[in-house]
């Protein structure tokens, strides 16, 4: 059964710097475009990063760009994201998922989640 696995949530302050980790178990990690998506108390799940199976398109949601950094193992099934001068409103639930399809940022096209891992970022 293919599950995820995000770790690396924190509550920190606002500059800090904070990387998380999504680890996929059982099937083949490099079958799959990985993204990852946040969502901020009292609304919906937004985009925010994704890359492709063997990192040749990572996209960014504007609102990160220049800041955040994904990044992947193949070997060691693991999806990361490594997030630089995070501010309050960077405060979300932040989910990895896994996409068998052509490379997308659509959520729709998102075939399995992650429970997702809190960050909350103080002012």
């Known amino acids: 059964q293919i599950q995820l696995a995000e770790s690396g949530g924190a509550l920190v302050q606002t500059g800090a710097s904070l990387s998380l980790s999504c680890v996929l178990s059982s099937g083949t990690f490099s079958s799959f475009n990985m993204a990852w998506f946040r969502q901020a108390p009292g609304k919906g799940r937004e985009f925010v990063t994704a890359?492709?199976?063997?990192?040749?398109?990572?996209e960014y949601a504007d609102s990160v760009k220049g800041r955040f950094t994904v990044f992947r193992d193949n070997e060691m099934s693991t999806v990361y994201l490594h997030m630089n001068s995070l501010k309050p409103e960077d405060t979300a639930t932040y989910s990895c998922?896994?996409?068998?399809?052509?490379?997308?940022?659509?959520?729709?096209?998102?075939?399995?989640w992650g429970k997702g891992t809190l960050v909350t970022v103080s002012s």
């Open positions: 998922a896994a996409d068998s399809g052509p490379f997308t940022t659509n959520i729709g096209a998102m075939d399995y």
């Open positions: 890359i492709s199976r063997y990192s040749a398109y990572p």
